[in-house]
Nanobody, 119 residues
Framework: QVQLVESGGGLVQPGGSLRLSCAASGSSISIYGMGWYRRTPGKARELVARITSSGDINYADSVKGRFTISRDNAKNTVYLQMDSLKPEDTAAYYC?????????????WGQGTQVTVSS
């Protein structure tokens, strides 16, 4: 079992920055792919950024060049640095840990943290 707790959300003006953190407990995240997802009312949850256990990274096109995902396995924490924020980045942001184990897909979600970009 992995417990994930997100933090760092809040209200920020357009063009501003926020850094989200996802602290894990219960198991080391080193063997997990770690991702940030977001959801707005009426829309499905979408991938924002993901980093594999080996460090490969992919981003949604909408955040490329503005957001940076990173992981610190020693601290069991994943981060999402969000710069040049836009109103359309407003959403609840969720952290996910996932891995495949002998054909089984194992995943865990955090409770989410709200990000609001508004003047």
């Amino acid at each position: 079992q992995v417990q994930l707790v997100e933090s760092g959300g809040g209200l920020v003006q357009p063009g501003g920055s926020l850094r989200l953190s996802c602290a894990a407990s219960g198991s080391s995240i080193s063997i997990y792919g770690m991702g940030w997802y977001r959801r707005t009312p009426g829309k499905a949850r979408e991938l924002v950024a993901r980093i594999t256990s080996s460090g490969d990274i992919n981003y949604a096109d909408s955040v490329k060049g503005r957001f940076t995902i990173s992981r610190d396995n020693a601290k069991n924490t994943v981060y999402l640095q969000m710069d040049s924020l836009k109103p359309e980045d407003t959403a609840a942001y969720y952290c996910k840990a996932d891995r495949s184990n002998y054909g089984n897909y194992i995943f865990y979600w955090g409770q989410g943290t709200q990000v609001t970009v508004s003047s």
